[in-house]
């Protein structure tokens, strides 16, 4: 190899190396994709839906570790966030925030949610309504069930103006008065029936939060049969593309 082909060489190769460490800095302390499993946030996230996080919304940590090097605070109530599962570190989840370290969080029978002793501002909506607000018009399949048996609420946690869904002839599963210790939040999905929350595993310690939830960039109904994690272009919700997370 010649003098030249060498300098071209190392050059290339330089070039490609800052492109990688570039890529996997803006992965490490700014953002990340993910893509919803399962129906636990229907209405507000479908699955396979690919999402957008933020990694520098409450902070900055060591690369690979939960070491914070830069604390900027916890999430607020109402935020949708990817976290380590308490369960099994090496699964993600995405839930909503719904209690603050202090809070006394409560969910009774009838699918009502008190926090500190206050219920949470609710109001029962049309398919309709919710479109109008800007909501996307999911299918039944993307429901998982007949729509005709479903009830949808508007709800308010301080500023976040979210949807939550119920299924009233459904079981609910409650959650007794109790107070969220110091470090950690008490989560829960908006499916509020069909999601497996703080109400089941408890509460998630703040050193498992990866991110807050932006935006959908892609979203699909279905995948490639032979590449799960790819979607089937023929099968594309493109009026969730870029859809603001609320």
């Known amino acids: 190899m010649s003098a030249q082909e060498k300098k071209k060489w190392h050059e ?7 492109a990688l460490l570039l890529l996997l800095g803006v992965r490490w302390a700014l953002f990340e994709p993910f893509v919803i499993p399962s129906g636990s ?31 900027f605070g916890g999430p607020g109530r109402g935020d949708v966030v990817v976290f380590h ?5 090496d699964v993600f989840m995405i839930k909503r925030v719904v209690g603050l370290p202090g809070d006394q969080i409560e969910y009774d029978s009838s699918g009502k949610l008190f926090v500190n002793g206050e219920p949470v501002l ?10 109008g607000r800007g909501y996307y018009p999911a299918t039944d399949g993307d429901l998982e069930g007949d729509p005709n048996g479903l009830q949808f609420f508007e709800e308010q946690l301080d500023e976040s103006l979210h949807t939550t869904l119920l299924r009233p002839d459904g079981w609910h599963m409650t959650q007794p008065s109790v107070v969220v210790p110091n470090g950690q939040y008490f989560f829960m999905g908006d499916n509020r029936d069909n999601s ?10 703040k050193e498992n939060l990866v ?7 892609l979203s699909c109904e279905r995948t490639l049969p032979l590449v799960s994690f790819i979607c089937d272009p023929l099968k594309l919700r493109w009026n969730r593309f870029f859809h603001p997370i609320k």
Do not use: C
């Open 85 to 89: 599962s308490v369960e099994q570190d």
């Open 196 to 205: 497996r929350d703080s109400r089941y595993w408890g509460f998630v310690p």
């Open 12 to 18: 290339g190769m330089g070039s490609f190396l800052g």
């Open 211 to 217: 991110g807050k939830a932006l935006n959908v960039w």
């Open 122 to 131: 609710q109001r029962e909506m049309t398919r309709e309504q919710l479109v």
């Open 41 to 71: 946030m229907i209405p507000t996230l479908l699955i396979n839906d690919h999402i957008v996080i933020s990694k520098y919304s409450y902070g900055l940590r060591i690369p690979f570790t939960k070491k914070w090097v830069l604390d």
